[in-house]
């Protein structure tokens, strides 16, 4: 499982959403795609009921009613899983920098979305996970239809 990190703001409703609506059957047998697979671009339905860790997700296409989407991933260097202050620092610097900016057409200060990020576990490390994953999320916990890249919101 990786670890869910609230970045500045996650609305607590989209964390608690579950639900497989509109997976494909390949995802309903297996259960999703593990959070270490997803890639930006991707929308993700919910990410189960957990608050802390998550592992495989429903990813839906953008035109479909979700609540994250991946906009922005940055990989972790060396043979030891980071302290969580040095995740935490990655993950700022990637998904409120220029990964943000640059996938949705504004600075996040003037954006109306929310961000979170996903991290590796010891887990995920040790099977090879090296990737902070950036979700942007709708500020109010709804559920969003349609790709953010480029909306300038």
């Known amino acids: 499982m990786r670890k869910l990190k609230p970045l500045l703001i996650i609305p607590t409703a989209a964390?608690?959403?579950a639900g497989m609506t509109g997976c494909s059957v390949i995802q309903s047998i297996t259960g999703g795609t593990h959070s270490a697979d997803i890639a930006v671009g991707q929308c993700l339905k919910d990410l189960g009921a957990s608050t802390q860790e998550v592992s495989q997700?429903?990813?839906?296409?953008?035109s479909e009613p979700h609540l994250?989407?991946?906009y922005a991933e940055t990989e972790l260097s060396?043979?030891?899983?980071?302290?969580?202050?040095?995740?935490?620092s990655e993950a700022e610097s990637t998904c409120l920098g220029t990964g943000y900016s640059?996938?949705?057409?504004?600075?996040f200060e003037e954006s109306e979305y929310g961000t979170t990020y996903l991290t590796p576990s010891q887990?995920?490390?040790?099977?090879?996970d090296r990737k902070i994953s950036c979700l942007i999320t709708s500020?109010?916990?709804s559920e969003m239809t349609g790709s953010v890249k480029?909306?300038?919101?």
């Open 57 to 62: 997700v429903p990813v839906v296409d953008c």
């Open 123 to 128: 887990d995920t490390w040790d099977a090879g």
């Open 78 to 88: 060396g043979d030891q899983l980071p302290d969580q202050a040095t995740m935490d």
């Open 68 to 70: 994250y989407e991946v």
């Open 139 to 141: 500020a109010d916990g």
């Open 102 to 107: 640059d996938y949705v057409g504004v600075a």
């Open 150 to 153: 480029g909306s300038a919101k």
């Open 15 to 17: 964390i608690l959403a």
